[in-house]
């Protein structure tokens, strides 16, 4: 099974997607994981990226396109996976077809976590006194909510007209979220 999870920074993708893996048996896939990763090792790519990632910026597609060719290939994900993060706009979900069709591959489901900016705002401000994960101060943290609506949005639209879209209430208890989501990957609330 092959998933893409949807939904603007702090809206739980991470959170859900962790725990959906092992349900699901599939790899748990984060492009923002995979960029940090980067960043913490020096690699070249991660030093282009890291102050477009600080500063709340979308990294080009090109470098993160090459980030996840490269964590597909790998032998972890035979049994599918979970995408997190990706795409980020309209380019990346054209890009992703492009690869997967290369690949034999396509995508089950595309799940949106809808969550309220007041909520959003509260929860990372909460990381970022605990993890202090550089990009989750309050100013930064309303410009990545700024480039998700301009940019990333439009992806939501993407998947609704292919019919694999379910919208999901982001907001509750961590077990009612996976609850959703999974009945959602099961058929039984198609919105
Ligand atoms: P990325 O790492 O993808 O960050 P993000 O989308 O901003 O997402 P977050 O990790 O902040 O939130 P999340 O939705 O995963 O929520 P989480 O589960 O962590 O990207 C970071 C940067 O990398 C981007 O800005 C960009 O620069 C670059 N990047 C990444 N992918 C890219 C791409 N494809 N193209 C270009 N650039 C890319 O939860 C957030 C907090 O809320 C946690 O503390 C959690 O404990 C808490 N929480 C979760 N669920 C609940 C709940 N139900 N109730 C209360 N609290 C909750």
Do not use: C, F, W
């Not at 990294?59 to 790998?74: A, I, K, M, T």
């Not at 492009?98 to 799940?111: C, E, G, S, T």
């Not at 007041?118 to 909460?126: F, G, K, T």
């Amino acid at each position: 099974m092959r998933l893409v999870l949807l939904g603007p920074p702090g809206s739980g993708k991470g959170t859900q997607a962790t725990r959906l893996k092992d349900r699901l048996g599939v790899a748990h896939i984060s492009t923002g994981d995979l960029l940090r990763a980067a960043v913490a090792a020096g690699t070249p790519l991660g030093k282009i990226a890291k102050a477009t990632m600080d500063a709340g910026e979308l990294v080009s597609d090109d470098l993160v396109l090459q980030l996840l060719e490269e964590r597909l290939n790998q032998p972890d994900v035979a049994n599918g996976y979970i995408l997190d993060g990706y795409p980020r706009n309209l380019a990346q979900a054209e890009a992703l077809d492009v690869l997967l069709a290369k690949l034999n591959q396509n995508i089950d489901h595309a799940l949106a976590l809808v969550v309220s900016e007041d909520h959003i705002v509260e929860r990372l401000a909460q990381r970022a006194a605990e993890q202090r994960r550089s990009d989750d101060s309050e100013d930064v943290v309303r410009h990545r909510l700024r480039v998700y609506q301009e940019q990333t949005a439009p992806v939501v639209g993407y998947y609704q007209e292919k019919g694999l879209l379910t919208t999901i209430d982001g907001v509750g208890s961590l077990d009612e979220i996976s609850q959703r989501l999974l009945d959602a990957i099961q058929g039984q609330t198609k919105t």
